[in-house]
């Protein structure tokens, strides 16, 4: 009997030390929850004549639709620079997801694609290798017109790329459509 209880207790210690928390999962890079974009563009022969493009979808990739608004106007045959930002606003205070993107240039580009042929759109930044980042930009307009400008953010496209979204792969990690109105 003597035998039989030492036998448990020894089974009953190691039971217990093999039950360490030592095994927590550390998540490495998770991607993060982009809710606003904003692409801010400023005339460079006019610093009063902004033009700011916002997407708020608070739910994220849940069943409402992003509130989209437009301020400022965009004047034909100018030149923009332009900025656009990243953020998780469903937190406070709010995240700059703009941040990690910079930091992780590499692993990262956002694409721009107007329905505008007038419209040419250069991005400015580079990532360590030299390739196009596209956080800062510049817009040239041409003729007055509307159109739609999509943002794109593609995490892990190939570089360099031939600047389309199907010549960079990756995946998406937050896509916008804004109607763009050259005046």
């Known amino acids: 009997m003597k035998n039989s209880i030492q036998i448990l207790a020894a089974v009953a210690l190691l039971s217990i030390a093999s039950c360490s928390d030592d095994d927590d999962v550390t998540i490495i890079n998770e991607e993060e929850l982009i809710t606003t974009v904003e692409l801010e563009l400023t005339n460079q022969a006019d610093a009063t004549n902004v033009a700011l493009f916002k997407s708020v979808d608070s739910d994220g990739d849940g069943p409402n639709a992003p509130v989209i608004t437009i301020t400022g106007t965009v004047n034909a045959n100018a030149t923009y620079d332009g900025t ?21 240039a590499d692993e990262h580009e956002v694409f721009y694609i107007s329905t505008l042929s007038d419209v040419s759109i ?26 739609v400008l999509n943002v794109v953010l ?30």
């Open 154 to 183: 593609r995490h892990e496209p190939t570089k360099p790329n031939d600047n389309t979204l199907s010549g960079a792969g990756g995946e998406s990690d937050v896509e916008v459509a804004f109607t763009f109105e050259v005046e």
């Open 122 to 147: 250069a991005k400015i930044d580079v990532d360590s290798n030299g390739n196009p980042l596209g956080v800062q930009t510049t817009f040239q307009t041409g003729a007055v017109g509307t159109g």
């Open 84 to 104: 656009v930002r990243f953020l998780n606003e469903s937190i406070a205070p709010s995240e700059n997801i703009t941040e990690e993107v910079i930091e992780e």
